[in-house]
Structure formats: structure tokens, C-alpha cells
Nanobody, 120 residues
């Protein structure tokens, strides 16, 4: 079993910054990529950013220039640094990890989500 635990959400004013973290644990052999998605009320879940274990990152156009994804492979942890936050960034942010467990089976797991609210 591979578990993902997100942290760092909260309430922030427009223009503010926040960093989300997601730590993977359990029967991990190798994580191939980690990503962040978000889901606003009454909207579908959307891609935010992803990063491979070699550090290749991709960020959605809607957050490009404001959000940065990074990871610590030794800690199996991914971060999302969010700057210049806008009310439209308000959503539940979900962490995703894909890789192989210790039985060399592919996994594609999600965290429980963390709420970000951008409001004055």
C-alpha cells in the first residue's frame, strides 16, 4: 500500500503565498512522477502541475509564472509553491503519485486533498 498525505492548505489573502506538501509512504519501490490537481466547487478536477523523478516539470497555463512544483526524492515528497494567489485558485488540492510498489506493481494513488481558500 502506498499512502499520500497532503498538508499546508488554509486561508490566504489575494496576492499571498502558500506552500503545499505531499509525502508518499508505504511499500514504494520507485515513484515515477508526482502531480498536483485541484477541484473547485461544482467544477471538474483539473491538472495543476507535475514533476518526474528526474525533475522534469510541467505547469498548467492557468498557474504558470505563479506556481512552482518541486520534489525531494529522498523524502518521496512533492511541493507546490503558490505565489500571487487569486480567488479563482480556491479549491481542494489533491496530490497524485505514480510508480511501482515493492511487488513491482504499478500504482496510481491520490491523497485525501487539502483545502485552499483565497479570500480577503
Amino acid at each position: 500500500q502506498v499512502q499520500l498525505v497532503e498538508s499546508g492548505g488554509g486561508l490566504v489573502q489575494p496576492g499571498g503565498s502558500l506552500r503545499l506538501s505531499c509525502a508518499a509512504s508505504g511499500s514504494i519501490f520507485r515513484i515515477v512522477a508526482m502531480a498536483w490537481y485541484r477541484q473547485a466547487p461544482e467544477k471538474q478536477r483539473e491538472f495543476v502541475a507535475t514533476i518526474t523523478n528526474s525533475g522534469v516539470a510541467n505547469v498548467a497555463d492557468s498557474v504558470k509564472g505563479r506556481f512552482t512544483i518541486s520534489r525531494d526524492n529522498a523524502k518521496n515528497t512533492v511541493y507546490l509553491q503558490m505565489n500571487n494567489l487569486k480567488p479563482e485558485d480556491t479549491a481542494v488540492y489533491y496530490c497524485n503519485a505514480r510508480g511501482y510498489d515493492t511487488d513491482l506493481k504499478l500504482f496510481d494513488n491520490w491523497g485525501q486533498g487539502t483545502q485552499l481558500t483565497v479570500s480577503s
